[in-house]
């Protein structure tokens, strides 16, 4: 089991893909209802890894896989869990920031945590109040992620 500790706005490395999803039910702790994460960084950074250990740290049901051909996944509350639904969106797919709200699903947005895999540089697009989670590659080539609240009061 990875000793992941979510430390905000600093460089966390993520030596493996377990130290990434021990990441996601870390940041699973600290959000709520109505909350949307937004992950941020290129293709095979790990948003889908993460976003599975967000599922898992919440107990929700379904496997979390990388949604391209549905822009969104839907994981309902499970037994021992916290109660909250998870959306998984795959933004890569989604025109711009307000297509969140007409995608008609029938989970709604304000009593579900929200994540949202985006492409990298059109996260700043979102205005609203979210958790950023950047993941990218150092140059030296260890994977790093920060988690910063953006809008925050
Ligand atoms: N430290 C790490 N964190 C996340 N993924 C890693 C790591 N090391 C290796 N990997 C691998 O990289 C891939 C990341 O894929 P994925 O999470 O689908 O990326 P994205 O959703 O950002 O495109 C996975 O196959 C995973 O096993
Ligand atoms: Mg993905």
Known sequence: MSDIVLRWNAEIELPEAADTEALGVA?????RAGDLVVLSGPLGAGKTVLVRGLAR?????????????VIAREHRPAPGGAGVPLVHVDAYRLGGPDELDDLDLD???????????WGEGVA???AERHVLVRLW???????????ERVGAA
């Open 27 to 31: 940041l699973a702790a600290q959000v």
């Open 57 to 69: 740290g919440l107990g929700v049901t379904g496997p979390v896989t990388s949604p391209t051909f």
């Open 107 to 117: 989970t709604d947005l304000s009593d579900a945590v929200v994540a949202v895999e």
């Open 124 to 126: 700043e697009r979102l």
């Open 137 to 147: 590659r150092r140059p030296d080539d260890v994977r790093v992620a920060s988690v």
